[in-house]
């Protein structure tokens, strides 16, 4: 079974409650395509955590300005291929944030489909 941190469940809490009120005000496909959205958006920032701590940005240089013999000097040593692709291939790891963006996002679009069916 999985356990919920309590922010999870006061944030699940806080969303049925402004819903229900929301309900009382407008129409539920409103309230539904309303929540629809945030989750999507909880998910997308889910999806660039999830890249971000995969170590999947690693080894990315813009270098578009040609510099000096005396510049490139004085740069850092770019990684080796191999360093690189030892740090991509770790495992892919779930930080705390990471996960409650998916909990909220699964959430608010499992309640968006489920109100806009209704």
């Not at 409650?100 to 699964?106: A, P, S």
Request: proline letters at 3%; one cysteine or more; hydrophobic letters at 50%.
């Amino acid at each position: 079974m999985i356990k919920l941190k309590p922010a999870v469940l006061i944030s699940w809490l806080l969303i049925l409650i402004v819903d229900a009120v929301c309900i009382g005000f407008s129409s539920m496909l409103a309230v539904g395509n309303v929540n629809f959205m945030f989750g999507l958006g909880f998910m997308i920032v889910a999806a660039f955590l999830i890249v971000k701590n995969g170590h999947l940005f690693t080894g990315w240089r813009f270098n578009t300005k040609k510099k000096t013999d005396l510049e490139q000097e004085n740069l850092p040593k770019q990684p080796k291929v191999n360093e690189v692709g030892s740090i991509k291939n770790q495992a892919i790891k779930f930080s705390a944030p990471t996960k409650y963006c998916l909990y909220v996002g699964g959430l608010l679009i499992i309640l968006g489909i489920g109100l806009t069916i209704i």
